[in-house]
């Protein structure tokens, strides 16, 4: 699943695209750090060439093009086809007309990358920043300074994305998503509908965060505009966002941190039933995924967990009953309690 419908911002109307050579140039600001140099990927290329095209770019449309880009795609379609023919060990990528080969090469780079390409939903972000004037969606320019260097700049008027914050918010910087909220809508609803249950496991915090828009390279933080396309972006998911979305129609439990729903899970008993049969490699290798997942450096307060349940999970269930029964009492949710043992 990568994106179930998209809802957000789209080209900028003819009025704001008017004023963008005496506006967009008035706000700038860093990307943070400086790096010696700037290198110039074929997506750079691509990101330029659109950009002088059409106008600046909303972080959303950036994300969409670095995280889906067509030898992404290509990429992943070999890939398919590999798999459904057999995962011969040896098969050959042959590109006609090749130029310099720079397609296949990014193709390649695909491959090895496609652990995470297969596992990732790749949902992209809007950032808003607080101004004077109001709410201004953030968008990338070319940097007037420097023709292959991308810029943050602030939008002239109000885009789509601004009906996103609420009257009452008071941060003064705000990641939206509405892609997330057509998800959240969706299962929600089905939900509501036919039961079950959704379990959402991520980075993320309960709208309490600002900047968390980021890029890694070689699991390093990484400038997010400084050679797109050669490294992964991400922002943590605001957890209170996919609660308003979810509107009532289900119930919702946490963000709780992955440490407490571990615990809850009772992974304490599990590393000891584990360990006690393994030799003392595997021990060490047990107890180094154990200290990932639950210190509080690590994943342990970093990773949250969020579940939507029907209504009645909560309240003993919506079987009818005869007057001889009593109502059932709900079992506590697994993950989001702590474990009774019996």
């Known amino acids: 699943m990568r994106v179930l419908a998209r809802v957000g911002v789209g080209p900028l109307c003819s009025a704001a695209r008017a004023v963008i050579p005496c506006f967009w140039r008035g706000k700038y600001f860093s990307s943070g ?50 798999m459904a023919t057999g995962k011969n060990a040896a098969f050959q990528l042959v590109e006609l007309g090749p130029g310099r080969g720079t397609l296949s090469g990014d193709i390649l780079r695909v491959f090895s990358q496609l652990g995470s390409v297969l596992k990732n939903c790749d949902i992209s972000i809007h950032l808003v920043e607080k101004t004077p004037q109001g709410w201004r969606e953030v968008f990338i320019d070319i940097d007037p300074q420097a023709s292959d260097k991308l810029r943050f700049v602030l939008a002239p008027c109000v885009t789509p994305a601004e009906v996103f914050i609420r009257s009452d918010e008071t941060r003064d910087h705000v990641e939206v998503c509405p892609e997330a909220g057509v998800i ?9 509908l036919t039961g079950g249950a959704a379990l959402i496991a991520d980075y993320g915090h309960d709208g309490t965060k600002t900047d968390t828009f980021r890029g890694f390279c070689g699991h390093k933080l990484h400038d997010v505009l400084i050679a797109p396309g050669t490294a ?29 729903f571990l615990k809850n899970m009772g992974i304490d008993v599990r590393l000891k039933v584990l360990a006690d049969k393994s030799d003392e490699p595997s021990r060490q290798q047990l107890l180094q995924g154990y200290d990932m997942l639950m210190n509080p450096k690590k994943m342990g307060e970093r990773f949250h967990f969020f579940a939507l349940l029907p209504h009645q999970r909560l309240h003993g269930g919506s079987h009818p009953m005869n007057a001889c029964q009593s109502k059932p009492s709900p079992s506590p949710v697994a993950g989001f309690g702590e474990l009774a043992w019996r």
């Open 232 to 260: 992964d972006l991400t922002a943590d998911v605001d957890f209170s966002y996919l609660r308003r979305m979810a509107e009532g129609k289900v119930a919702s439990l946490g963000p709780i941190k992955q440490q407490t």
């Open 33 to 82: 750090r400086e790096p010696a140099e700037n290198q110039v990927t074929p997506m750079l290329r691509h990101l330029v060439y659109k950009i002088k095209a059409t106008g600046p770019i909303t972080v959303a449309e950036y994300m969409k093009e670095v995280l889906t880009n067509p030898a992404k795609l290509l990429g992943i379609w070999f890939i398919s086809e590999w």
């Open 184 to 192: 959240i809508q969706e299962l929600s609803q089905r939900i509501a």
